[in-house]
T-cell receptor, first 113, second 120 residues
């Protein structure tokens, strides 16, 4: 079946450090891939997405590339800020009769000043 | 664009009472809305999928008689937690999928800010 695996957190970084949060997936067909961010006490906000192999999603300095050969969609940012502290969810969408999302377990990022 | 609101943002109720949570897509029409439940420091668990004008589809293990979903229009879905108990305390999040159009992709879900339910 379809699944999403994220690296476990929490991830603690100093401000301006490089960030990588790993995400791999298992899916039949051609899912779309997403990264969502959740700030404390809030819902999820779409951070970026990619709909086909080799697509790169980017937003607010974050990037992720849809790698079909490695079934990965790792999230990266060159220089994190304290305001990036949040929980990051990797997700895929697929259609098999019905349309659904599958979420990873989330990775908590804490950035220290 | 693609803003989803939820009301209320938090609610505290007594055990045995019912609570209704509204989910609205403010600037687009949603063919499908989804209801999720999130436990502390955990991922989202899909509870049900709701299509406008038809019955909701519940995930395995979710009691349809306890979590009543109504999707009366393309911009509104409601979740009613009936006879709430302390174990129903959680963060409930809805999302909406675009009905279709040239400006927003249909494979993306847009999430509401969530409703924190506390049952005493």
């Amino acid at each position: 079946g379809n699944s999403v695996t994220q690296m476990e957190g929490p991830v603690t970084l100093s401000e301006e450090a490089f960030l990588t949060i790993n995400c791999t997936y298992t899916a039949t067909g051609y899912p779309s891939l997403f990264w969502y961010v959740q700030y404390p006490g809030e819902g999820l906000q779409l951070l970026l997405k990619a709909t086909k192999a080799d697509d790169k999603g980017s937003n607010k300095g974050f990037e992720a590339t849809y790698r079909k050969e490695t079934t990965s969609f790792h999230l990266e940012k060159g220089s994190v800020q304290v305001s990036d502290s949040a929980v990051y969810f990797c997700a895929l969408s697929y259609t098999s009769g019905t349309y659904k999302y599958i979420f990873g377990t989330g990775t908590r990022l804490k950035v220290l000043a | 664009g693609a803003v989803v609101s939820q009301h209320p943002s938090w609610v505290i109720c007594k055990s045995g009472t019912s609570v209704k949570i509204e989910c609205r897509s403010l600037d687009f029409q949603a063919t499908t809305m989804f209801w999720y439940r999130q436990f502390p420091k955990q991922s989202l668990m899909l509870m049900a999928t709701s299509n406008e004008g038809s019955k909701a589809t519940y995930e395995q293990g979710v009691e349809k008689d306890k979590f009543l979903i109504n999707h009366a229009s393309l911009t509104l879905s409601t979740l009613t937690v009936t006879s709430a108990h302390p174990e129903d305390s959680s963060f409930y999040i809805c999302s909406a999928r675009l009905a279709g159009g040239p400006y927003l992709p249909t494979d993306t879900q847009y999430f509401g800010p969530g409703t924190r339910l506390t049952v005493l």
